[in-house]
C-alpha cells in the first residue's frame, strides 16, 4: 500500500490517538497502565477511525499490508497474476478460511476414515471460500518443492 500525503496524515492521527490510550508504551519503565476494558474500547475506535480515514477498499488494502495473511496473499497475486479483486476478497473471508484451514491440519493427523471425511468437507468449504483461483493458487504454491541449498 502506497498511502497518500492525505492518507498518511489521517492514519497518524487515529493511531496516534490509539497509542495514549493504550498505555503510551515508549520502554517499560515509562508505560502508564490501562484497563483491559480502555484497550479493548480503543481498538474498536482505531478500527472505526481508519476506516472511516481511507474508505472500505483502502482499508482492506491497510490490512493486507499490515498482516502476514495480507501480505502473502498480495504475493500469491503477484506470482499468480491474480485480480486484485480477487485477493480483496479472498482476504475479506480469510477469518472463516484460517479457522478452516487450522481444522484441515488438525484433521489431517489421524488417519481415520472420519477425520479424512472431515478434511475433505473443510477442504471444500475453504475451497468455496477462497474461490477457484485462489485456492488453486494456495494448493500449487503448498505443493511445490522448493530447493534452498546455496
Known amino acids: 500500500m502506497e498511502p497518500t500525503e492525505e492518507e498518511n496524515g489521517a492514519m497518524y492521527h487515529v493511531t496516534d490517538e ?18 483491559r476494558e480502555q484497550i479493548e474500547a480503543a ?21 493486507m499490508a499490515t498482516s502476514d495473511t495480507g501480505q502473502q496473499m498480495n504475493n500469491l497475486a503477484s506470482r499468480y497474476d491474480l485480480p486484485r479483486e ?7 473471508r480469510r477469518p472463516n478460511s484460517i479457522s478452516l484451514i487450522k481444522q484441515i491440519s488438525r484433521s489431517g493427523l489421524s488417519a481415520d476414515n472420519t477425520s479424512q471425511a472431515r478434511r475433505v468437507e473443510l477442504e471444500e468449504k475453504i475451497q468455496q471460500a477462497l474461490g ?16 534452498i541449498e546455496p
Open 86 to 92: 480477487t485477493i480483496r476478497e479472498g482476504f475479506s
Open 132 to 147: 477457484p483461483v485462489i485456492w488453486q493458487a494456495w494448493l500449487d504454491g503448498r505443493n511445490q518443492n522448493y530447493n
Open 18 to 35: 490509539y497509542w495514549q490510550k493504550t498505555g503510551a508504551v515508549h520502554g517499560r519503565w515509562r508505560a502508564i497502565p490501562v484497563p
Open 43 to 63: 481498538d474498536q475506535e482505531l478500527t472505526a477511525g481508519l476506516q472511516r480515514a481511507l474508505g472500505p477498499d483502502r482499508y482492506v488494502d491497510y490490512q
